[in-house]
Structure formats: structure tokens, C-alpha cells
């Protein structure tokens, strides 16, 4: 597996445990990701991945209007597509 399907993986991964209805904040999703993969992702490659996954429509992503930061959730489509991992 290459490192970008890692870094995507663990994503999807971490998303998938998040409570229905809940969005997980773009810092809380770099931590975690960070601490599963070796070498540690830089936060430029996690939000490379993040932006990939939010194309392909396996995430979603709501941005704060006040602070900009961005907060996550998998997709049913994302799901499925962990499913086939």
C-alpha cells in the first residue's frame, strides 16, 4: 500500500467511529492519524488526503464561518468503501 492510501485508510478509518450526527475537528483527525502511521504524516500530506477524499465524496467536510476550521464525517460512500479495504 502507498503512503497516500495509508494516510487515506487511517482517515477513513478514524471517521468511521465517530458518532452518526457528530463532525471530528481537522486538528483531532491529524493526531490521530499521526499516531497510526510511521513515519509520522506531515499535516501538508493529511490535508492533501482529506481534500482527496472530500472529492471523491467518501467525506464530508463543514467549515466554521468564524474560525475556518474545518470539521469531518465519512459518508455512506466512504463506508462502503472501507468496507472493501
Known sequence: MNRSAEIRLAILRD???????LL????????????QIVPE???AEIEAELKELD???LITGIS???TGEMRWRITDAGKAELSNQ
Open 55 to 57: 472529492a471523491l465524496r
Open 64 to 66: 466554521n464561518k468564524l
Open 24 to 35: 471530528r475537528r481537522d486538528e483531532d483527525i491529524r493526531c490521530r492519524v499521526q499516531l
Open 41 to 43: 504524516p506531515s499535516r
Open 15 to 21: 471517521l468511521a467511529h465517530v458518532p452518526e450526527g
